[in-house]
Structures are given as C-alpha cells and as structure tokens.
C-alpha cells in the first residue's frame, strides 16, 4: 500500500484517509451490538467533538458524559506508526483516570481498549503499554462477545 502512495501522491493518501472512519466503524458498530444486546445505555461521541473533563473525547462513555465510569476507546491501524499514536491516546485516558486520586484507590473511570488491524501486532512494547495502561482490558473483534462479563459493564447490564 505504502508504493502506491508513493506512486500515485497525495491523491492515493486522501482516499485511504476518506475510508478510515468506514473502516473503523466496523469495530464500533460490533461495540455498538454487544452493549444493546446486554441493555447496556451510553453515548457515544461524534468525531473531534468536546466532552467535558476529557481534551479529546474517548468513543464511547459509560453510562454518560456526566458520570464517566467506563470509558472504551475503539482503534483499527494497519501499521506500527498509528498503533503507536492510538497507544499514546489509550495512555492519555488511563492518566486522566487516575488524576486526583490516591494511589491504592480505584481510578475513577475504567479504560477499556478495543483493538483491529495488523499495526497493533508489530510492536510488542507498545502492546505492553496498552494492557497496563488499561489494567488489562483490552479487547479484539475475536473476543469482543466477553466485554461486557470481564470489565465492569457488568454492573449496567439490564439484560
């Protein structure tokens, strides 16, 4: 892919950009169909949209913006240097989790970390940071059936 665009410019890059965000709704649409299959409500946030308390938005919240306490970021990258980004932002969120609170107590919110694609497979070390800075959970298309009974959206499950 990366010869094409160095082929054909500037105009190869701009449609692969246009279909990024189709790309990327498969895995929200999934994220979607698990929560409202277990009666799970929660918003979900446009894209470059501002929410309070967070300086760029994660995908979904849990139950809402007013009360976060369960926050899924939801990223498909195909190579090492946008995993490496998307990792950095999962990162960001799990600091932002933690601000003002003690270390032996919880974090405020949960960081849930839904993941495609072949970019995040290249670096072993940014997957590391991935599972820390999430506590563990994150989740694939292969697995996303388990993200409601191994994560805290359990508790607001109504189905």
């Known amino acids: 892919m990366v010869l094409y665009e160095r082929f054909l410019g500037r105009p190869f890059a701009g449609h692969r950009d246009s279909l990024s965000e189709l790309v990327g709704d498969v895995l ?7 929560m409202a299959d277990a009666g799970i409500g929660f918003r979900k946030t446009k894209r470059a949209e501002r929410v309070t308390g967070f300086d760029q938005a994660p995908d979904f919240i849990v139950p809402d913006e007013f009360n976060p306490q369960i926050v899924i970021e939801a990223k498909i990258t ?11 932002r999962v990162q960001h969120l799990g600091s932002l989790s933690r601000e003002g609170v003690e270390p032996k107590d919880p974090p405020r919110f949960e960081v849930i970390a839904c993941i495609a694609g072949r970019g995040f497979k290249v670096r072993r070390e940014d997957m590391k940071k991935l599972i820390v800075a999430t506590r563990g959970k994150v989740f694939t298309l292969k697995n996303l059936e388990r993200l409601t009974d ?10």
Do not use: M, N, Q
């Not at 929200?28 to 698990?34: C, D, M, R, S």
């Not at 191994?150 to 189905?159: K, Q, V």
């Open 150 to 159: 191994c994560t805290r959206l359990t508790e607001f499950r109504s189905r």
């Open 28 to 34: 929200e649409t999934a994220i979607e169909g698990v």
């Open 78 to 88: 195909e190579d090492d240097g946008t995993a490496r980004d998307k990792v950095t």
